[in-house]
């Protein structure tokens, strides 16, 4: 049976199709047990964030850089969605984050001895309300994102 693996990926970064050669993407969920005298008791649902981290290399890293420029500035690029795709012959994923807002965290590492491409680390937010879907299935229930924009 042939599986996924980080080779199987394409991710998209709004219009931008770019190699990473590393991501992560996390969500934090703050639900949490409802207690009764101590007692678990159900639960309630807790507020929500995901953020995430692409290291890109220098081509990859360019290609931000171009779409920056297009903008104004880093701080200038719209909030934008990410797709990471993969499929193999046995299986398929997607996920998507939606309203990804950049930030450059790790600009420049310079090793003088070689033997390893140039990386730079660029940390993102999720902020839209859509949020993240897997495989075309929303984290979020419908009504909890209802009237939000």
């Not at 701080?75 to 797709?83: A, C, G, I, Q």
């Not at 990386?119 to 009504?143: C, E, Q, W």
């Amino acid at each position: 049976m042939s599986r996924i693996g980080g080779k199987n990926f394409d991710v998209n970064l709004g219009d931008l199709l770019v190699h990473v050669e590393s991501c992560t993407l996390d969500i934090t969920d703050n639900s949490a047990v409802a207690q009764t005298r101590g007692v678990p008791d159900g639960h309630v649902d807790g507020d929500v964030s995901a953020s995430g981290e692409f290291e890109l290399d220098s081509y990859n890293f360019g290609l931000l850089v171009d779409a920056a420029r297009t903008a104004g500035s880093f701080r200038e690029l719209k909030p934008f969605d990410t797709v990471f795709f993969a499929k193999s012959v046995d299986e398929e994923m997607r996920i998507e984050a939606f309203g990804c807002k950049l930030k450059v965290s790790s600009l420049l590492s310079i090793d003088p001895k070689g033997g390893e491409k140039s990386k730079h680390k660029v940390p993102f937010d999720v902020t839209s309300p859509d949020f993240i879907r897997m495989n075309g299935v929303p984290y979020l229930a419908v009504s909890e994102i209802e009237g939000l924009s």
